[in-house]
């Protein structure tokens, strides 16, 4: 397609994208210049516009990261969470949070008079609160909740240490979960408290969560910290009630002290039973039915922070015409990406590459001296990274360069989430427009035309530039570029997946809990011999989960006896069939006292009590059984 199939434009107004780029010193080459008018409150003296550079144009990816589903995309607005129809780019439901803090909404001018509200400091900080609190923009969801996360407290400025000293002390910085229903926008729960003098709930308390929860198909997953450490914390779907919390460590800064420690987030990945987690400090495992840590690899300690080497140092300008640095690492390392065989994450403490055994947690290979700045995606054949000025491609089992291509634009440059769909790399850049690149051998490839769209051929005349907030996003076979400011839809049909992209795609619906579709797309599937573990693996998880719908029946019971071959799938078998078996004890039971009422024939009980009971396969005592 030559042209956009639509576009979305989200309710910002002028003032708010003006703010954003006065509060923030984000300027993009071409878009803001030192020339440029901009319209100022009142008693707001216009700063000195920097160069455009690494510092002062980086974004994190996931800032702003939605949820996204066959039909529908679900965005962080300025007030909550708004519900787009992939289809035709029309809002479905718009869910304000009411009362809530944390939102742009609690920052608009206040009184003059009022010492605890200055308007300038209140834009200020809303947009710093849109800017390095990465977990504010992200949304997740399952297959029927939507969630996302609000702040309290939360900002480092001045105002806040005012409000602090006004007040009698400083307030304590928490954050707080919100669930919705999917299709109506319905609020669904709330978890965690305001403030330490709010009567409690169910749940940890006032507490710090690090962002939105993540779906493993069955249960949320969230990290939270407070005075104790950091804990791993279920939550169910459709109550938000919480389960029991697994302790993972005692960070050397607490995050409700240290800004710098609350931007860089807490990442979650929940595959196969095994929850893994990555923070500043280690990269942990723990099996997500008994709680229990399975492993933890420590992180290189960084040591120190230095002002003038941070990467993603931003600058900060505030009423009164004083310039400040806030040395906020706006880095945001990428969830681990986790293959068949390896976990590929970056070390926290040097940017070194790390390549780890998903189960065991040991070191299969340290990467060093990469001048590493995004993890691009990764498998078990090849991981893509982009350093200074280059995108590579290594193999990770010898550490060896396959090929290395040139950038025209520095590293930083590339924002956003970038894609492996097929044979193509797909890197969207600050400038909105996406670098294709070849997955084999790293040539540029020939971009369709609905590649090159700009994001700024837009009706807004307005100094933004929406290329240095983008994500793409496939979904439906339809490829979309994301941003604060709204989305368009670039592609109706993205190129057709490779076999592992694919079992990547079912793993994700399999999460949602969508078990009849990846079936239904797996019984088309033709894999290749190196994938015929992965498909079982998945056939097994997919079969399981409509057993444990309430779907069980002797069909599926007799399929995953067929594929079981772990001592993992072995149990869990045996745990369907005893809830099978018990099912049928119950409906015997029920046509015995239906006979005994109606006087049924003799021959109907016995045809209903005499169906053969499941075989239960002895389960192995072997500690790999464990």
């Known amino acids: 397609r030559d042209q956009v199939g639509w576009q979305y434009t989200a309710p910002l107004d002028l003032l708010l994208r003006r703010q954003i780029l006065i509060s923030t010193g984000i300027f993009a080459p071409g878009i803001l210049s030192a020339e440029t008018e901009i319209e100022l409150p009142e008693g707001l003296e ?37 519900a787009i129809r992939i289809a035709d780019g029309s809002p479905q439901w718009d869910y304000v949070a009411h009362g809530v803090a944390g939102t742009i909404q609690d920052f608009v001018p206040g009184d003059f008079g009022d010492p605890d509200r200055d308007p300038d400091n209140d834009f200020f900080s809303g947009m710093q609160l849109l800017q390095d609190h990465v977990g504010t923009g992200v949304v997740t969801a399952d297959q029927h909740a939507v969630c996302f996360m609000t702040e309290i407290n939360a900002s480092d400025d001045a105002i806040m240490q005012f409000r602090g000293r006004f007040r009698g002390k400083q307030p304590t910085p928490c954050s707080q979960l919100i669930a919705l229903e999917k299709t109506t926008g319905r609020r669904l729960w709330t978890l965690g408290n305001r403030s330490p003098e709010e009567p409690a709930t169910h749940g940890p308390g006032c507490v710090w969560f690090f962002g939105p929860p993540v779906s493993d198909g069955k249960r949320f997953w969230t990290v939270y ?40 987030g807490v990442q979650i990945v929940p595959r196969d039973g095994l929850i893994w987690v990555c923070n500043l400090e280690w990269v942990m495992a723990i099996a997500a039915d008994s709680g229990r840590l399975l492993w933890a690899f420590p992180m290189t300690d960084s040591g120190p922070v230095d002002g003038e080497e941070t ?35 970056t070390d926290a403490g040097n940017r070194d590459l790390l390549c780890l055994d998903p189960i065991s947690g040991r070191l299969r290979r340290r990467m060093t001296e990469l001048g590493l700045h995004h993890l691009l995606a990764g498998s078990d054949e090849s991981v893509y990274v982009a350093a200074t000025r280059q995108v590579m491609c290594i193999d990770p089992a010898s550490g060896e360069t396959r090929w290395s291509q040139p950038l025209h634009v520095p590293a930083e440059h590339i924002v956003g989430t970038s894609i492996r769909n097929g044979n ?92 009849a579709e990846v079936l239904a797309q797996l019984n088309q599937l033709q894999p290749g011999v190196a994938e015929q573990t992965r498909v079982a693996s998945l056939r097994f998880a997919a079969l399981s989960q409509l057993a444990a719908q309430g779907n069980s029946t002797d069909e599926i019971l007799r399929q995953l006896q067929e594929i079981a071959e772990t001592p993992g799938q072995r149990a869990v078998l045996f745990e369907l069939q005893m809830k099978q078996q018990q099912k049928n004890a119950s409906a015997t039971g029920e046509l015995a006292l239906l006979s005994a009422g109606l006087r049924l024939p003799s021959t109907v009980l016995s045809a209903a009590s005499s169906a053969p009971l499941p075989e239960i396969p002895p389960v192995s005592s072997s500690a790999d059984g464990e």
């Open 225 to 264: 910290e407070n005075a104790d450490g950091q804990w791993l914390m279920p939550v169910a779907p459709e109550s938000g009630v919480p389960g029991s919390p697994v302790f993972l460590c005692q960070p050397k800064v607490s995050a409700q002290s240290s800004g710098r420690r609350r931007h860089r």
């Open 46 to 82: 216009p700063p000195e516009l920097p160069e455009a550079d690494a510092d002062t144009d980086e974004i994190p990816w996931t800032t702003w990261q939605p949820a996204i589903d066959n039909d529908r995309i679900y965005v962080r607005s300025r007030t909550g969470v708004t």
């Open 424 to 515: 193509s790399l797909l890197l969207p850049l600050r400038s909105g427009r996406v670098l294709t690149l070849n997955a084999t051998d790293g040539t540029r490839t020939d971009q369709p035309a609905w590649w090159t769209v700009s994001c700024r051929q837009r009706e807004f005349q307005t100094p933004s530039d929406c290329g240095s907030w983008g994500n793409l996003l496939v979904a439906d076979q339809r490829l979309l570029w994301y941003s604060p400011e709204g989305m368009q839809l670039l592609a109706e049909h993205a190129p057709a997946a490779d076999t592992q992209e694919q079992l990547e795609s079912l793993s994700k619906q399999l999460e949602m809990g969508q078990a």
């Open 311 to 345: 990467p993603g140092m931003m600058r900060w300008w505030r009423s009164m015409g004083e310039e400040r640095e806030s040395h906020v690492d706006l880095v945001m390392p990428r969830p681990p990406i986790v293959t068949d065989q390896l976990l590929i994450t």
